[in-house]
């Protein structure tokens, strides 16, 4: 791990200053757990309730007195120490068997929620005014101290470890800090930025036991709202999706094996209705965040990515795709590129694969970068893992956003015919031909992935597909590109218009001869499908 | 499910993972955990049979539903959802039936008549208050409602 710099250095220093051995003496244990239960009653106090400035005016005082706001050392060892002994309460609390659950979780709110009100006090009235530096600084010490504590919790208590405190005091210490109040507007961007970073760093694949309370606090309305919707010129989107894809990727080796046990399918239902909400209220983020979520979505979970790819911005409207005779290549849509917010071509990695790529796509030679294609992509002989997915796809996409860009400079657009015959297409072809099962497989992903809504994208790679299919010189290829456009199909709603399109379009276009294929007949129960399907999409069967 | 790739064992890392989530899944989150502290009417989850709702009917986070619920409902959510969108709701389905919050006696009041005094501090008249302690509807003779009690905030 690199040394941490910027805004998340504070946040590191207290996860350090709670690992760190240094022994705080007895006596100072029981001072801050006397000094806390104090506020804990003053501030629930119908005094403290109606005038909680005035409450905290009158425990600083005492703070001072007994030198805990001395110096960062000393402020710091008290929150380490209120946050232990915050959760130790709970803890004990929680194991109670003698008390109604609603008895001890009260217990337990009222003690966190007094915590978490010293803390946003403490933030919103440190330093002057107008010096938002202090506040940040404190807020990102104090959260990194809680994720601290809870890091070092889970691995002393390992599957006793509790969640509650930890998910209490985020999501309280969140809210209290988003009030409308102009002192903490203006502090806003940075309050949110300290809670991604912290999230981040409390990751499902870090901190496993705190995966449920992780997933509700980052589905959480007021998290979202602010995240997505308040936070003025998408500031807060990239930050999202990496939290996201931190979600993303500790499913992921569970998912891609399909045995979901009891825990892995509650987590992943939640995922699915996070994404449902995101389709819902916030369908241009998924557009173009899409890239990056397929990189770490294994290939098996079909509907979790076609929720993403079935995402389009609101002031679009798709045509019907079962309408007869659409013609694509009309809509104005599909001139225009899609935002994709991943670097994709700095993916193309290692540097020498990528320069190698750009001369063959410049001078359509050496033939040898083609026979050498498949050795870049595939990484190992074990069946299962054998390429790269984040290269094949950054490949396939780059490739393609590349043909558009040449075909358009020879001021044509892309149709059936200008994609032919190109350094483009040799690498689409020859990856087709070459690659094995499993290699095609992921490679024929890469191109469904693009299927979306109408843009440029999704038309070069609907009539790649297309062709792929056309120009196939074995049964092999065209049933593999069958079954990818099928399994996305078969499942629930919702479906990708691209992805639509295309396989209308294949089984509709005489010119692809769909149905006089072998794997169409090859089973009964699989043609009793195709022929549902064309039902479905409206299409005469012909023989 | 499927797995088109084939499984693949799962890592140390990963199996270490998986029985940390296991373990959570015996304590998982409440809705109540991220919720403001409810004082008097905690969540307490439990089955209910299929065939009664199990939500909330659409729409009923709107004034005009509020408008149509009694008297006695708009006082017990006023009185026991502290802080929460229902409160401000009923209190203002209940000025919208020309009802006033008293703010130091913290009770709800409605003219019965015309006020005998009207000036700039006062008025003074016969008024039906809500008893919150005795939960029940009164009639108070020559109550003198002063107006810096008078909760006129406008509620948007």
């Known amino acids: 791990d690199r040394a941490p710099g910027g805004p998340t250095a504070h946040i590191h220093s207290g996860i350090l200053q709670v690992t760190s051995r240094d022994f705080d003496d007895l006596g100072y244990v029981e001072k801050t757990d006397f000094l806390l ?7 629930h106090s119908p005094s403290g309730i109606r005038e909680p400035t005035k409450a905290f005016g009158t425990f600083v005082q005492h703070l001072n007195m007994h030198g805990f706001l001395k110096t ?5 060892r008290f929150f380490r120490i209120s946050t232990r002994l915050c959760v130790d309460m709970c803890c004990q609390a929680l194991t109670e068997q003698s008390n109604s659950p609603t008895v001890v979780r009260t217990k337990c709110y009222q003690t966190l929620d007094a915590y978490v009100k010293l803390i946003a006090l403490l933030v919103k009235h440190s330093g002057d005014t107008a010096n938002s530096g202090t506040k940040i600084n404190l807020l990102n010490k104090v959260l990194g101290i809680v994720a601290g504590v809870l890091l070092h919790d889970q691995d002393a208590h390992t599957l006793e470890f509790q969640q509650l405190p930890y998910q209490r005091m985020f999501i309280m210490l969140f809210l209290e800090l988003n ?11 940075q309050v949110l930025t300290a809670f991604c970073h912290t999230l981040h760093i409390l990751s499902p694949s870090k901190a496993p036991g705190f995966s449920y309370a992780w997933l509700e606090i980052v589905s959480h309305r007021v998290f979202l709202g602010r995240m997505l919707a308040l936070t003025p010129q998408q500031k807060g989107w990239g930050m999202y999706s990496q939290l996201l894809m931190d ?12 045995e979901l046990a009891k825990p892995v399918t509650l987590l992943y239902k939640g995922t699915l209705r996070l994404l449902l909400v995101l389709l819902h209220d916030f369908p241009e983020f998924l557009c173009d965040y899409h890239y990056g979520f397929c990189d770490v979505i294994p290939p098996n979970c079909i509907q979790m990515r076609n929720l993403i790819l079935s995402a389009f911005p609101r002031n679009m409207r798709l045509p019907d795709p079962f309408t007869p005779n659409l013609k694509v290549d009309m809509l104005p849509e599909i001139a225009h590129a899609p935002r994709v917010l991943t670097n994709f071509s700095s993916m193309i990695q290692p540097p020498n694969f990528k320069k190698d790529l750009d001369s063959y796509l410049k001078a359509r030679a050496p033939v040898t970068f083609l026979s050498e294609l498949r050795g870049n992509v595939q990484i190992s002989n074990e069946p299962g893992m054998a390429y790269n997915i984040p290269l094949m796809n950054a490949l396939v996409l780059y490739v393609g956003t590349q043909a558009i860009n040449y075909i358009r400079s020879k001021s044509h657009t892309p149709n ?7 350094a483009h297409m040799d690498i689409f072809q020859n990856l087709a031909v070459d690659l094995d099962t499993e290699g095609r497989y992921l490679f024929l992903n890469a191109i469904a992935n693009q299927l979306r809504y109408p843009n440029s994208h999704t038309h070069y790679f609907s009539c790649t597909l297309l062709y792929l ?20 199909l078969i499942v629930n709603r919702p479906h990708p218009w691209g992805l639509l399109i295309t396989f209308i379009e294949l089984i509709k276009n005489p010119t692809y001869k769909f149905w006089l294929h072998e794997f169409v007949h090859c089973a009964p129960e699989i043609e009793k499908l195709f022929e ?12 | 499910g499927v797995a088109p790739l084939g499984p693949v064992p799962l890592q140390k890392e990963h199996q270490r993972q998986f029985q940390m989530l296991d373990a959570a899944f015996y304590h998982l989150p409440l809705p109540s955990d991220s919720e403001k502290l409810r004082s008097y009417l905690a969540r307490t989850p439990c089955p209910s049979p299929p065939y009664y709702p199990q939500v909330p009917l659409p729409d009923t986070d709107s004034l005009e539903f509020y408008q149509r619920l009694g008297n006695e409902t ?5 009185y026991y959802m502290e802080g929460t969108k229902a409160q401000y709701l009923a209190a203002k389905a209940l000025k919208k039936q020309s009802w006033r919050f008293h703010t130091k006696l913290m009770h709800w009041y409605q003219r019965h008549e015309e006020p005998r005094v009207i000036n700039d501090e006062y008025e003074q008249g016969s008024y039906i208050f809500f008893d919150f302690d005795n939960w029940i509807q009164r009639r108070r003779e020559g109550f003198t409602f002063e107006y810096k009690y008078l909760e006129d905030r406008d509620l948007n």
């Open chain 1, 179 to 189: 009030a409308p109040e102009p002192i903490l507007e203006t502090i806003n961007f």
């Open chain 1, 532 to 543: 549902s399907v064309a039902r479905s999409c409206m299409v005469q069967k012909q023989v």
């Open chain 2, 74 to 78: 708009l006082f017990f959510i006023f």
């Open chain 1, 469 to 488: 299919f056309a120009e196939a010189n074995s049964e092999a290829i065209q049933e593999q590109i069958t079954r990818v456009l099928l399994e996305r």
């Open chain 1, 416 to 422: 059936m015919t200008t994609i032919a015959h190109s």
């Open chain 1, 72 to 76: 960062d050392d000393v402020i710091t």
């Open chain 1, 247 to 258: 979600l993303f990727k500790f499913l992921a080796p569970f998912l891609r094996n399909a």
């Open chain 1, 37 to 43: 239960r104090e506020w804990v009653t003053l501030i």
